[in-house]
Every structure is written in structure tokens, then in C-alpha cells.
């Protein structure tokens, strides 16, 4: 049946030779140009090998028509794909996609100017503006080191959002940061937040006094936009990449972060995020927070007891709640942390109401992620409450999803993980992919409750209530038809300032029902509660 439908619809594609886009920009541009009447599919792509195998492994490359170019489609060619219902639409959605791209990139030089050329080296880039003091790199990971070396070498501190860069690239860069007194942030470095400038996904958050030096990207985010909502800002938030922490890495952008922000006079207080270190690392990065300043350290699910004893100025967090909780009660004597527990019970009563409207046969939670280290934090809590969580990314070997299955019992499933963004965007810019397991959950007769996370900010969907609304009512409907109710959890992470506003979102979620937390660990706990005895 697929294969018929795909037949009927046209593909029509576009080149545009020696043009290059980061993939956050394709990825918005896809996201975009895909909400267009008749439009089923769009990709957005540097035609490299591996994304033209992509391609075609989703039914998108047009062979022929690559065929008839006079020359082979590389690398460094920018590669546009639309799969419309006809004709008409494929070549309005084409049109549509480059004066984005034009719009995007704009006319930055003056009437007369030569420099009118568009910039296509980082030496280039450099020679335009010797004022910069950051480089911004979104390459294939092939290509990322050597780019990200280049950076370093002009005296640049580095974002480096490109993954698939080897572990021996990363600790040669880190390596030669540290000798250039320079910060390389990533490589797969989601979120930064530099002078006020947010970078990658990130929220819009006042400056303040906590300073964060992190290994997770929305483990940024969640601890940021819950300090904004208590009216704290953020002075630096210092991404390193999610393999900082590991044995081979060592934390050295943990580290150099963190010497950083001890010397900087508007940090307050610190807070460390990662999911769980590698012990001798762990221990070593305690050691050198052994500072003057207040440091909140939050390696998930981690207790004092497991590094006792530590110094008096390290407070050890097991969730990105507790350690929002810690850097405010820091930061002012007379504010009392509120444990999660406490936050979960103050919806005790509605939670109760949830449960007795379920059927005998709801047992599971399934929870759809597009954050990785959210996904942790949740399986973490609800495993120590309901048992094993089934996941692409488990929390012990045994608890693995195998080749084919998609849900076993409880089941959390990172949809921002590799194996399902490779060629794709990411579920935070575009949901396609999760509201399809999400219909999927919603056919289990024996599925109790829903858990989603929604991140709002810069890079993420511009309405994505709008989206999910319509979603979380079908799968209602789903439930319904087989006699069941299906409550809906939702972790919702964002600001006022941003974009997206936060509490239209979550007004407009909870409107349709669902249940609304801005708190990923009371969310998860919340959805626990609803299938626990």
C-alpha cells in the first residue's frame, strides 16, 4: 500500500553546485518547506555519499534525474528533494525552498562591494572579520576535525555541533584547545549559551549569576529554563559534548570550563550536568571543583555517598530538578530546596483521579524522548518505581529493545538518538517521526500512560502545541476505541522568552488534556505514579 502511494507522487529535485548549509539550517528549511499543502517528504542535503545512500533508503533520490547533471552531485553541492502529489506542488515547493535559502542567507554587502561573494572558507570568514572570536561548526563529521583545527589555530574558541567525529580527533582537538587557552565545545554539542548568545538549541534566559558547564544538551536546557523560571539567570552555559566525561576524553572541557568560570566575576555558583561519568573521571572532576565558589554537581542518579568524602563547597545532585534546587538555594539562603518527591505530591490528588479512570488491563508507560539525557533522567526514576524500562538507550544491558521490537512492557525510546535522525531532522525540529510511535503506542490496549518531552527555544519547532494537540486527541481517540483512557504526561522545558512562549504552549496542551510539568523528573514520576499500585 505504501509502495503504490509512493508511486502516484512526483519527485523533483534541485542543485545547487559549490552551496553549503549547516545541517541546522536544512533541517529548519525541511521542516518548513514539508508543512506545505502537497508536500509528503523534502530533503534538505549536502550531497555527500552517505546522505545520498540516505536518500534513497527513504525513496527519495532522484536517480535519473542525478544522472542526466554533467557532472557527479559532491560533497560541497547542496542537494534539495521534494515529494509532492503533483507536479504543481513539487515545483512550488522547490521554488519555495531556495528564496528561503536566499532570504536566510540575505545581501550583506554593500551596493558595489566584490565581497558580495558568499563566504566559503573558515580563512575567508577570519580575513572579513578579525573581530571574531568564535567559530560555529556544523560539517559532515568527516570533515569536522579538520575544520574545528583550523578554528583553533586562528585563535578561535569552537562550537562544534557535527557529530561522527572519531574519539581520536575529539581528544586531539580538546588537546590542542587546552595548549591555545580555547574552548571546543563538541563535538555533538548541542547548546551553549556564550555572553548572552544562545548557540544550538538553547532558550532565551536572563543573565544571571549560575554559570553551567555541561555535557547534555537538554540537560542545559532543563536546569536553565527552570532557574529563569525562578526569576535566575545565567552568567555562561559551557557545552563540551556528550563524550567529555567518558574514559578515553578524560573531562577536559569539563575541566576547562570549570577554571573558567571560577575566575569569572559574575558566576555565583556552578553546576556541573552529565549523565554518569566514568568513576575515575567523576573523581577527578570533584577534585577540581574544590573551589571558592559553590558547585552544584549533577552526574545523574549519582548520591554524596558514592564520592564521600567531598569538599564542602560541592553539592551533589541525582536529578536536573534537585540541582536547579541547590544552585537557587546557593544563590539565596532564605529559598528552601523542594525535593522531587514533594513536587509530585502536590498533584497527588489529580494523579489519583488519573489512575481510577484506567482500565485493569493498562499496565505500561511508553515514553517518546527527543532528549537523550531527559530520557536518562526518566528512565532512572521510573525504573526504581514500576522495574525494568526497555529502551534503545537502557539503563542495563539486559533492558535493550531487540532488532524489531519497538515497545516491550515499560519502554523509553530516545528518538533524538542516532539510528533514528541519520538523514533525518531531529524529532525537536520536525515531530513527523514521533507522532508516528505515537500513534503506534496509542494501539496498545495494555499502554497506561504517555510520556513526552517538548523543548521550546532557538532551532526547535515554532508552534509545537499546534502539532501535539491535534496528535495527543487522536491517540485519545485510539484509546477510546478500545474502551480505555489514556492520560498524556508532558515535560515541557522552555521560557517566557522565548519564541515559542511557554505558557501559551503549555495552556494549549493542557487544554486538550494532557498533564503539564516543567520538570522532566516530576514529569516522569508523575507518569510512575500512574501505573503503580
Known amino acids: 500500500m505504501q509502495q503504490n502511494k509512493l508511486s502516484e507522487m512526483v519527485l523533483r529535485a534541485a542543485l545547487k553546485r559549490n552551496t553549503y548549509y549547516d545541517s541546522i539550517t536544512l533541517m529548519s528549511l525541511a521542516q518548513a518547506i514539508k508543512a506545505l499543502s502537497g508536500v509528503d517528504e523534502v530533503g534538505a542535503v549536502m550531497a555527500t555519499a552517505l546522505n545520498r545512500e540516505l536518500l534513497q533508503d527513504s525513496h527519495m533520490l532522484p536517480v535519473a534525474w542525478l544522472a542526466q547533471q554533467e557532472t557527479q552531485a559532491g560533497p560541497e553541492d547542496l542537494l534539495l528533494v521534494v515529494r509532492a502529489d503533483d507536479e504543481a506542488h513539487a515545483e512550488a515547493a522547490l521554488t519555495a525552498a531556495e528564496q528561503h535559502l536566499t532570504a536566510r542567507r540575505g545581501d550583506t554587502a554593500a551596493a558595489g562591494e566584490a565581497a558580495a561573494l558568499p563566504v566559503r572558507s573558515l580563512e575567508l570568514a577570519v580575513r572579513r572579520d578579525a573581530s571574531a572570536k568564535l567559530a560555529v561548526i556544523s560539517v559532515a563529521g568527516e570533515h569536522a576535525w579538520l575544520e574545528a583545527e583550523q578554528a583553533l589555530r586562528h585563535g578561535l574558541h569552537v562550537f562544534l555541533f557535527s557529530d561522527n567525529v572519531p574519539v581520536e580527533q575529539e581528544l586531539r582537538l580538546k588537546t590542542l584547545a587546552v595548549q591555545q587557552e580555547l574552548l571546543l565545545m563538541g563535538p555533538d554539542c548541542g547548546t551553549a549559551l556564550i555572553n548572552g548568545v544562545g548557540l544550538g538549541f538553547s532558550n532565551v534566559v536572563p543573565r544571571g549569576s549560575v554559570g553551567i558547564v555541561g555535557a547534555s544538551g537538554t540537560g542545559m536546557q532543563q536546569v536553565m529554563c527552570l532557574l529563569a523560571a525562578a526569576g535566575q539567570g ?84 541525582r536529578t536536573l530538578t534537585e540541582g536547579a534546587e541547590l544552585a537557587l538555594a546557593l544563590l ?198 500512574l501505573v503503580m499500585g
Open 234 to 317: 545565567i552568567s555562561q552555559a559551557i557545552g563540551t559534548g556528550g563524550r567529555d566525561l567518558s574514559e578515553a576524553i578524560g573531562g577536559i572541557m569539563m575541566r576547562c570550563g570549570l577554571a573558567m568560570l571560577a575566575e569569572d566575576a559574575q558566576t555565583r555558583v556552578i553546576v556541573l550536568i552529565s549523565k554518569p561519568p566514568a568513576e575515575r573521571v567523576a573523581r577527578e572532576i570533584l577534585a577540581a571543583a574544590r573551589l571558592d565558589k559553590p558547585v552544584v554537581v549533577v552526574f545523574l542518579g549519582a548520591t554524596p555517598a558514592q564520592f564521600a568524602p567531598v569538599a564542602s563547597n560541592i553539592h551533589i545532585a
Open 332 to 529: 539565596d539562603t532564605k529559598h528552601a530546596p523542594v525535593s522531587v518527591d514533594e513536587m509530585v505530591a502536590r498533584n497527588a490528588a489529580q494523579l489519583v483521579q488519573e489512575r481510577a479512570r484506567l482500565a485493569t488491563s493498562q499496565r505500561y508507560i511508553r515514553a517518546l524522548y527527543s532528549g537523550g539525557t531527559l530520557c536518562d533522567e526518566a528512565m532512572l526514576l521510573m525504573s526504581e518505581r514500576v522495574g525494568p524500562i526497555a529502551s534503545n538507550i537502557p539503563l542495563q544491558p539486559e533492558w535493550a529493545l531487540q532488532v524489531g521490537e519497538t515497545f516491550r512492557g515499560h519502554t523509553a525510546l530516545d528518538l533524538g538518538s542516532d539510528e533514528f535522525t541519520r538523514g533525518k531532522p531531529h524529532p525537536m525540529i520536525d515531530p513527523t517521526m514521533r507522532l508516528h510511535y505515537l500513534a503506534q503506542a496509542a494501539e496498545d490496549p495494555q499502554m497506561a500512560v504517555i510520556l513526552l518531552d517538548i523543548l521550546l527555544g532557538f532551532c526547535s519547532h515554532p508552534n509545537p502545541a499546534a502539532v501535539y494537540v491535534h496528535a495527543i486527541s487522536e491517540a485519545r481517540a485510539k484509546a477510546a476505541a478500545h474502551g480505555n483512557y489514556l492520560p498524556i504526561v508532558v515535560s515541557l522545558c522552555g521560557t517566557v522568552g522565548d519564541e515559542q512562549y511557554l505558557p501559551a504552549q503549555k495552556a494549549a496542551l493542557e487544554a486538550a488534556g494532557a498533564l503539564v510539568y516543567e520538570s522532566n523528573a516530576v514529569a516522569a514520576l508523575a507518569a510512575a505514579a
